[in-house]
């Protein structure tokens, strides 16, 4: 029997569900084309289509498969300006901080972040005034928030996405 102070001693937990080499292949095709029909997806990956639906229901019901959604070209929906904004915030404030910033208009994505600011947000709005109106009458008033700093973006591109290793 292990000591208590050895390594086999200590309790194992595993952050992140079991992914093998056929669920990471069912990955990376969702990833390229999230519309493909199981039966072409169970063919490109070289397992029936009874198993790909089943390791598919598996990894959304353990939530590694959070959704299939669309891409959306903000400026092409009339969102044409795009702006990182940091806060900084009262130590006790991130958690009602959290359920009001998801009500304020154009935030797209917020993050608690370790840095000099405490929180970033991404803000998709129509235009310089929406985004001013945006920061200053709505994010800025919210309790807990001190301070905001806007960075605003000139141009985007997209990098490889999540890394799914072989």
Same mark, same amino acid.
């Given at each position: 029997?292990?000591?208590?102070?050895?390594?086999?001693?200590?309790?194992?937990?595993?952050?992140?569900?079991?992914?093998?080499?056929?669920?990471?292949?069912? =990955?990376?095709?969702?990833?390229?084309?999230?519309?493909?029909?199981?039966?072409?997806?169970? !063919?490109?990956?070289?397992?029936?289509?009874?198993?790909?639906?089943?390791?598919?229901?598996?990894? $959304?019901?353990?939530?590694?498969?959070?959704?299939?959604?669309?891409?959306?070209?903000?400026?092409?929906?009339?969102?044409?300006?795009?702006?990182?904004?940091? $806060?900084?915030?009262?130590?006790?404030?991130?958690?009602?901080?959290?359920?009001?910033?998801?009500?304020?208009?154009?935030?797209?994505?917020?993050?608690?972040?370790?840095?000099?600011?405490?929180?970033?947000? =991404?803000?998709?709005?129509?235009?310089?005034?929406?985004?001013?109106?945006?920061? $200053?009458?709505?994010?800025?008033? =919210?309790?807990?928030?001190?301070?905001?700093?806007?960075?605003?973006?000139?141009? !985007?591109?997209?990098?490889?996405?999540?890394?799914?290793?072989?």
């Amino acid at each position: 029997m292990p000591s208590p102070k050895t390594p086999d001693a200590l309790p194992t937990t595993r952050t992140a569900p079991c992914v093998d080499q056929v669920d990471r292949a069912i =990955l990376k095709e969702l990833q390229r084309n999230s519309r493909i029909s199981v039966r072409a997806l169970a !063919e490109s990956v070289h397992i029936s289509r009874a198993s790909a639906y089943a390791r598919i229901e598996r990894m $959304l019901s353990e939530q590694t498969i959070q959704g299939f959604t669309a891409r959306i070209d903000p400026a092409r929906i009339g969102l044409g300006t795009t702006a990182y904004v940091t $806060l900084a915030i009262d130590q006790s404030a991130w958690r009602t901080l959290c359920e009001r910033l998801r009500e304020v208009s154009y935030v797209e994505h917020f993050a608690l972040v370790g840095a000099e600011h405490d929180v970033m947000a =991404l803000v998709r709005a129509p235009d310089n005034t929406a985004l001013r109106d945006v920061v $200053l009458s709505e994010i800025q008033r =919210l309790p807990g928030v001190r301070s905001t700093r806007t960075w605003l973006v000139f141009e !985007e591109a997209e990098g490889p996405g999540v890394y799914i290793a072989p």
